[in-house]
């Protein structure tokens, strides 16, 4: 698989942090991911939506790994690219690993959950038969202060919010 240049990572990081403000808006955590299909076009979209589908596995990687496998009718998205706002967690990791993706592309690094540096740390592991590319940092100062905006304003609503006892 080519590796495309750095605009074009950027416009498809763009149309992530577009799809995270969306949720961002909707009460969701802010992370938007873009899978690409072999083509280069845009085949599925995700968005955090675990609110709304009262969903703990709906995280916006996971949503646009199974609208992908239905668009190419394949679970393995070999020759796809996922770009996502921000650094997938465990659960992620493990299903963009079992997708066989091409490429993984993420904007803001996660000190909590993030698991690229663990689960997906494998091109030089002997165990490993699927090597992963990854591009961390693409439009990181954007999405990261996306994240912070959202979590300063949850700490705030939450601070002003009467308890209830």
């Not at 990081?13 to 969701?28: C, D, V």
């Not at 072999?38 to 646009?64: F, K, L, M, S, W």
């Not at 993030?114 to 992963?132: D, E, Q």
Request: glycine share 8%; net charge neutral; proline share 8%.
């Amino acid at each position: 698989m080519d590796v495309p240049s750095y605009p074009e990572h950027q416009q498809w990081m763009e149309k992530a942090i577009a799809l995270a403000t969306q949720a961002g808006a909707a009460g969701e955590v802010p992370v938007g991911a873009v899978i690409i299909g072999p083509d280069g076009d845009c085949i599925a979209e995700g968005e955090n939506r675990r609110e709304r589908d009262h969903d703990p596995t709906a995280h916006a990687e996971i949503v646009a790994l199974r609208a992908a496998s239905q668009v190419i009718q394949s679970w393995r998205l070999h020759e796809c690219r996922l770009y996502v706002t921000l650094e997938p967690c465990p659960m992620c990791a493990g299903a963009i690993i079992q997708a066989r993706l091409g490429l993984l592309v993420y904007g803001a690094h996660d000190p909590k959950t993030g698991a690229i540096r663990t689960v997906l740390n494998l091109p030089g592991s002997p165990c490993s038969f699927h090597k992963l590319p990854v591009i961390a940092g693409v439009l990181e100062p954007t999405c990261r202060q996306q994240l912070q905006e959202w979590f300063a304003r949850r700490r705030l609503q939450q601070k002003t919010q009467p308890s209830s006892s």
